[in-house]
């Protein structure tokens, strides 16, 4: 009861603190974005392509759970595509909503235009806005990584790994998020994957292009996979920094869920990637 009362009070002081911070004017939000658009050209990872098994690997990594994982095995071909290394930050999308007149309360978070967290309470509408809202700023084709391309990314080109850490093992506050408290951790706080990319396992859990289906994957393409056609639910892959903890943590890059298009938890965020023109 009294840690619950501690963090209403610190989130309580945090807002009153933002909303004392004077406005940026437009001409310090363009500068800004045009500072977004130069980082992330330079924070785009290549990523050659390949073949790779996709999908739940065995029972030594983990209790699998019907539907939560990316079963059955499937072979995959993907293309080489360009993946941030970071997942998007509060500070980004601050900038985007206040530039396109968007009210940061529909984000139920103070965001800050300094923060390097990643940002959550987003919906997959909103994700797919700000790497469209990159792609016109920066007439380069961003976008959401599809479900394969994010897993083929994180396991590092398709390897064999259980963890999308520097080493593929699973070591709270070393190379995985500890006990954060309230917040993610800053997005490069703890190592990157051998491919070079931050927070696939304990940042926060991340939008991807594909509608949802449960079968899918019964019959997916083996070239390029982007989803069904339509859906209700888009698809969201890994962990986030709160189940670093506890035992649900057991498969984070084979953990999969979705959620409706407009719908924003506190523990979703994304990552853009990029089509190789």
Known sequence: MYSRYVITLAILA????????????????????????????????????????????????GVFVPDQYDAPQHEVTINDFYLSRYEATEGDFYVFAKLNNLSLHEWNNNLSIESRSPVSHVSWNDSHKFCTWLAQ????????????????????????????????????????????????????????????????????SEYVYDWYAKDYFLNSPQNNPTGPETGNKKV?????????????FENPMYARNADPVDYRSMYNGFRCAQSIK
């Open 236 to 248: 969201i892959r890994g962990r986030h920094y709160r189940q670093t903890l506890s035992d649900d």
């Open 14 to 61: 945090f807002a009153i603190t933002a909303c004392n911070m004077p406005e940026e004017s437009k001409e310090e939000l363009e500068k800004k974005a045009d500072e977004i658009v130069k980082r992330y050209a330079e924070d785009m990872l290549l990523v050659k392509g390949g073949t790779f098994v996709m999908g739940y690997q065995d029972e030594s990594y």
């Open 137 to 204: 700023r920066s007439s380069l084709p961003y976008r959401l990584p599809t479900e394969a391309e994010w897993e083929y990314a994180a396991r590092s080109r398709g390897q064999d790994v259980k963890h999308a850490t520097n080493d593929g093992t699973w070591k709270v506050g070393v190379n995985i998020a500890g006990n954060e408290g309230i917040s993610p951790p800053e997005i490069d706080k703890y190592p990157h994957n051998p491919l070079g990319i931050y927070g696939m396992s304990d940042g926060v």
